[in-house]
């Protein structure tokens, strides 16, 4: 009888501890290659099933808006690519979402005076025709290419969108990463996912926290050993993004000049090394870097700033490390020596 009585509370102490071993949160991950770029989603649950189904309908939306957003490619929900084709001749109506994403370029078009121009597409494609030639673009070509970069003329009518002058060409490469891991936040949550973390190419969100008492610990990449982080920050439901001057690069006659392209000059943009952004959306966060890393340290500073909400830690081309008002208390550096090289 004892000896029953023993074996079934056994019984019951295993049955227990599996059951509470199936509740207890985990991680469940998936990565997919997105806009030219490693998407990793990452969640925290204890019904895998649902993060399952979670990260899969993550993963296809950022797909759709992929398929929206790629100006090189010609299928029929590209949306960017016919504006393009239809430059300086007719309007495009535009889908909700790409409306608001125009929208938010244009602000930030707005308050940095043109720094940041999503019509720089004609510019991109020119470097990368003196990278495939290898030869520097010439001042006449770069002043003709200029005449195209300007987004006064970048014409929105009610609910559609015409570029003004022929040959003009949109390029959403300063924000559709991070508007791409705002879908992939937004999904997740009509999904019931409560932690996670979206990484697309290095656009960050985080969901919740790590656990109840610890934030996510996201590391930032040191701009002279890109391979390594100089620091980190300590977040929770947060973007953070990072343009930077060692991310991307047309390389000719053995230079490398980076992607980040000055309106006003028609070269990469000089001053600042990187900036990262912690701010509550991603598409805004990804804009206002790119934006700040055009305008170069002191008016970069002011730019983030000019964004309540919005924090930034910025290195200036000579590793000055500069904090706007708030971003001192989220961010530990590592040690100074490693950062210098
Ligand atoms: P990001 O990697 O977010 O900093 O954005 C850089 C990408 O945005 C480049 O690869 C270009 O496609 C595009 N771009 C380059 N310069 C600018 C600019 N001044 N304003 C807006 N987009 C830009
Ligand atoms: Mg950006």
Redesign the pocket.
Known sequence: MKRILLLSSAVLLIATLLFVQHLRPKEVSADSFLMDTLVSIKVISSDEPEAKEAIDAALDAMQQLDNQLDRYENSPNNIIYQINQASGKEYISLPDNVLSLIQTALGVSEASQG????S?GV??DLWKKSESEGALPSQSELAQTLSLVDYHAILLGDGNLMLERPGMSL?L???A??ASADLARDTLLTHGITRGIIDAGGNIVVIGAKDDNTPWKIGIANPNLPGETMGFVEVADTAIVT?GTY??FYSIQEEQYH?????FSGYP?EGLKSVTVLAESSTLA?AI???A??LGPEQGLNLIESYPGAEAILITDQDQVLFSSGAKQYFTLLQEESFYE
Request: no cysteine; hydrophobic share 55%; net charge negative.
């Open positions: 720094a940041f121009d999503i720089v510019l991109v390029d490469g300063a924000l990463k991070g343009a991310q991307r992607h980040i392209l000055s309106p943009a990804d870097s790119t934006a890393l055009v």
